[in-house]
């Protein structure tokens, strides 16, 4: 999948096209348990179970695809919605950035893997150099909105490094590409610990000093342009 970016190398702005071959989303990619337990404390009270048996992080692998930096995404249905995440870019070198792991929370019900594959990760059009960043980087401050509201804020040492998600790639992907992909490295809960829906989804990585990422993208629900009496159910069983 092709990507235009702006790869920021020691305070130089490079312009390029990324050519991703996969992507990989991580669940409960936290340093600490509590911080994973929480949201998922928050996606059981609608309904999702988490797969314990299966070590932490989880992965979820993500056709390619499924990547984009649009400013509008579309979707199947009103209960879908954003989480803000970090963003790992492999390619020549390994950067760094935000995005919204979108994700259909009616089908996740049923099948996390699925609900993730059925909406857009949306990137946001910037990435950090990680060898640039990494000395300051336990104090990047992560936040997302939804229709406005904050709904997401913690700092970047809650989750694992970049490099121990990467090393966690390394053991449990079989043939892994030795360059062009990515991962979403998790989320954190709400701030009200409620799972949010809304139309307009936005996000941000600030450091210290001001320097900042910023995306946002708005939610097409397709089925509302079908007049009503027309719209297939979305879930209809024998």
């Known amino acids: ?17 990324l050519e991703l071959k996969r992507c990989y989303n991580l669940g409960s990619a936290t340093r600490k348990a509590d911080t994973a337990i929480a949201h ?9 179970a988490i797969a314990f048996d299966i070590p932490a992080p989880r992965i979820y692998p993500i ?20 989480e803000v995440e ?11 950035g935000v995005g919204s792991d979108h ?10 893997v699925w609900s993730k594959q059925a909406c857009a990760n949306v990137l946001a059009p910037k990435l950090w150099r990680w060898s640039d960043v ?5 104090s990047f401050v992560m936040r997302s909105w939804v229709d406005g509201r904050l709904y997401q804020e913690c700092l970047t040492e ?16 079989a043939d892994l590409p030795a360059r062009d992909f990515c991962v979403f490295g998790g989320t954190v809960a709400a701030l009200n610990k409620s799972i949010g829906f809304g139309r307009r989804w936005e996000f941000e990585m600030a ?12 939610v097409v629900n397709l089925m509302n342009e079908i007049k009503p009496g027309f719209r297939v159910p979305l879930e209809k069983r024998l």
């Open 40 to 48: 998922q404390d928050e996606v059981k009270k609608i309904g999702i």
């Open 207 to 218: 450091q210290p000093d001001g320097d900042a990422i910023r995306h946002g993208y708005d």
């Open 86 to 96: 970090i963003v790992i870019v492999v390619t020549d070198d390994i950067y760094v």
């Open 103 to 112: 994700t259909d929370r009616a089908l996740e019900r049923t099948s996390i």
């Open 158 to 173: 809650v989750f694992l490094s970049p490099e121990a998600m990467l090393d966690v790639l390394k053991e449990r992907v």
């Open 134 to 138: 990494k000395d300051r980087w336990d």
């Open 1 to 17: 999948m092709s990507v235009m970016v702006d790869l920021v190398e020691n305070g130089r702005v490079r312009k390029t096209t």
């Open 63 to 82: 056709g390619a695809d499924n990547i984009t930096a649009a400013g509008e995404i579309t979707v199947q249905g009103e209960e879908t919605s954003g």
